[in-house]
């Protein structure tokens, strides 16, 4: 995503030290080149054992995909009866989505957003957004009772860690259960993405207005890792709600 302007840095978070940022177009590049590791052929373990969290027994929930690129968990959810919307800078994973699975879709222009487009599926349950993430609101693409961040938080530039906040606080009904996936590591070691969040981070982003639970955390150092210099990676998935405002 843009690195954007006028979004200050976190001071009390360790993290914010990674000084690191990639813009759209080196997350066009990735997809163009096809170097995109962050990308999944299975559904992601910590959605198969948690997806009651996020459903929490709904039927037909609305759920937000950030940065979704060609996550296959998006058919996955809509083949249990539940609609999907994601974003993504580059239309490249939205496409192969699409062809990967079969899905027919149309491809819109939006009128509000410069340069934006959305793919849809001709039944209805899906629709992709390439735009700047931050060029979405509520207004363009209704608010949800699910969101799955499998991969946002991590990418997102720090500096622009709390507008995203506001941007995800601004798409969740009274409802909504949000799932997000964090990574934390030595940021001496490792610039990323995906960059290092901390718990400390979560709850200064989040914790003045969402309940905050850690529903699980995992050593997911692999082969993948090692390269970054790393004798330590942690995957954590917290479960976030709304605190009630009476």
Known sequence: MNNSPGSPQ???????????????????????????????????TFLEEFVNDLLNNRKQVNIFFPLCGKAVDMKWLTDMGHTVVGVDVCEIGLK?????????????????????????????????????????SSSVIGKFGGIWDRGAMVAINPCDRERYAELILS????????????????????????????????????????NIQCLKSVEGLTEKQKPWGLSHYEEKIFLITLKSKS
């Open 171 to 210: 798409l969740m009904e009274d409802d909504c259960r949000y799932l997000v996936v964090t990574s934390v590591y030595d940021i001496k070691s490792y610039g990323g993405p995906p960059f290092c969040v901390t718990d400390a981070a979560l709850e200064t982003l989040l914790g003045l207005s969402c």
């Open 10 to 44: 976190l001071k009390t978070n360790s993290e914010a030290t990674q000084k690191r940022t990639l813009s759209e177009k080196d997350w066009i590049n990735k997809w163009e080149k096809n170097n995109i590791g962050f990308h999944q052929n299975h559904i992601h």
């Open 96 to 136: 192969e989505f699409f062809e990967e699975h079969n899905i027919p879709y149309v491809e819109e222009s939006l009128p509000d957003i410069p340069d934006g487009k959305v793919f849809k599926s001709t039944c209805g349950h899906i629709s992709l957004y390439c735009c700047n993430l931050f060029n979405l």
